[in-house]
């Protein structure tokens, strides 16, 4: 890491004369503001970043199959609309936990957002925030758990693994817990890191490593050389000072990835229940028999989620996968989808489909890689324009009111919204 820095900052003092004001000043807010799409904001993200961070973010499992699944199978099903419905005024508030929210989309636990921005975690969760929404702050985060407490105030969740360092876990969840998380999210999908072929043909580690790639990528985009210089985040912070101090985070990346347990049961579930007596949510559920399997063992939520197609490629898409859990659980506890929305009819239809809400990661780094806190606020603010947009053209006037009945899946000879 420190070869790393010292060539940027090299190449950046060498060439200050002719892009020192371009080094000095991050994307304007007006610029991020042009951008009316999430995909507009992922093209902004991939101009403004080494293509080894950008990779890192918009990567996937080997062909990347399921990631792309996740975005394809929402555009498989149709909004059908009710006409001559009062939709002067739509209500998209809800509640996750008890909690009420403005909006029915919560930020996804991310790790490493810091490799994007300094803003990282904590100005997604205060994008997230002051729209009166969640943010879920993953084990792996740039910012600390005591960071984000300080930074970023708000509602918050903390998501975590099953690691083989019980000990380690306990502390995490303590602090959550301190920090006064309101829920504890648990990873279920990594029993074992997955092969993600474009870091690897990047040559990207963790932490990452000065190639000729990075070094190159870091050169051409000075505005995120110089923020990287000025604040590098390139560790996971709450788990600074295990396997090899605070001040190696070679020791403690090899730390954590000796962590994921091959040989996690749903019996280890009710260790978690033991340590952590708030509400619980198991996240990276594609089966009903799991779900159900989940809440039997206390679960209080179920995320419907393929790791953003980041662990295991051919897996079901996520909106493929929620019906079925919907009908095995619905009924007892919440169902959330994690993986592949981009636009607010995507937010529709999974709340159609049985969705309490919507997990949103890739959008909101795709913003902060544009414009730091400014750009998540941004994706924010798009797709509650969109499914604003969605569901007044739908003729509904409030989230609650959806359900099967506005959606129909064209690939169904019977084109039935339960089978989608």
Known sequence: MNE??????????????SVGARVRTRLSDDRVQRCGTIGELRAAARRGLPRVMFDFVDGAANDEVTAGRNQTDFGELEIVPRMMVDVSEVDLSTTVLGQPVALPLLGAPMGLNGLVHHDGEAGIARALHDVGSIFVLGAMASYSIEEIADQAPGPSWFQMYVWRDRDLVQELVQRARAAGHLALVLTVDVPRAAARDRDRRNGFGLPPRATMRSLAGGLVRPRWSAQFIRHPRMTAASVAGHGGGADDPVGMTEYINRQFDPSVTWEDLAWFREIWPGPLVIKGILRAEDARMAVDLGANAISVSNHGGRQLDHAPSTIRALPAIVDAVGDEVEIYLDGGV??????????????RACLIGRPLVYGLGAGGEAGARRAVAILDQELNTAMGLAGCSAVSLLDRSWVADRTSPHRSPTSA
């Open 4 to 17: 790393f820095v010292n060539l940027l900052s090299r190449q950046v003092a060498n060439d200050a004369r």
């Open 342 to 355: 981009r636009r607010g009819s995507d937010v529709l239809k999974a709340l159609a489909l049985g969705a």
